[in-house]
């Protein structure tokens, strides 16, 4: 990769960001496309989100990504949200022209492109969705398109319900009450980022005729225990990857193959455990 004064800027911004596998596999991109550009990590303390969304306009920045916990927060500082946006709440892609900046979400795409080759076809599927962030907005809203019958658990019960009045799903006071009778189980929260974080429900519940889905991209303890439950079971790196494919183009009008950045993350994988 050669650096010049007409390299185009790209980046996700978080907090934290450094687990982040998104300039792995972005740069491979670029790098498919020859186009002279970087994706960069710009890790930002919710504290600092407006100065620094402000700098990246006046850096020229062309686009970035948009990750927990700033989805939301984001919105206020756009000049225009694009439809999915609207009905979500939440923004993971931001594009910059000289003009104005814009948002949009493919998390949904990239949650639904992901769950459909898990389970097939969600329509009337029995899904309980854990958690209710920026995330969870994005899954619920594809989750309604494909007419699914959610329901929903969070520690605060008032988002819950709140979102629920948004997209149409059930609130249920734990998981537990519902964990026998869905065919999929999606967890949008950060429990499982540290092998010690505190369950969510008692994972010897799942039964193998359930199938999992954790948006953490790593074999977290629920993913651990569906395994040896006999569950199928997808960790998160894929609906990052079908989200960053949907980012890209917007930003580039180009689709760049799912292989070309699967291949990046295993060879980058390959290289960190040797």
Known sequence: ?????????????GYPISHSLSPVFQNQ??????IN?????????????????????????????ITLPHKEKVLDFVDFLD??????????????????SYAYNTDWIGFLRAAEKLVGDLKGIRVLVLGAGGSSRAILYGLQKKEARVFLWNRTRDKAYKLCQVFGCNVVEKPEEVISKVD?????????LRDDDPPLFDYNLLHPEQKVMDIIYKETPLLRTAREKGCSYLDGLDMLLYQGIESFKIWTGLEVPYKVVKEAILNYQTRTTI
């Open 184 to 192: 999929f189980i999606v967890n949008t929260t950060s429990a499982g």
């Open 83 to 100: 439809e999915h946006v609207k009905a979500i709440g939440a923004a993971n892609t931001v594009k910059f022209t000289e003009e104005a």
């Open 29 to 34: 991109a670029f790098r498919h496309f020859s």
């Open 37 to 65: 550009a970087v994706y960069v990590p710009f890790e930002v303390k919710p504290e600092d989100f407006e100065r620094a969304f402000l700098g990246l306009k006046a850096l020229g920045v062309k686009g970035v990504n």
């Open 1 to 13: 990769m050669t650096l010049d004064g007409k390299t185009w800027v790209y980046g996700v911004v």
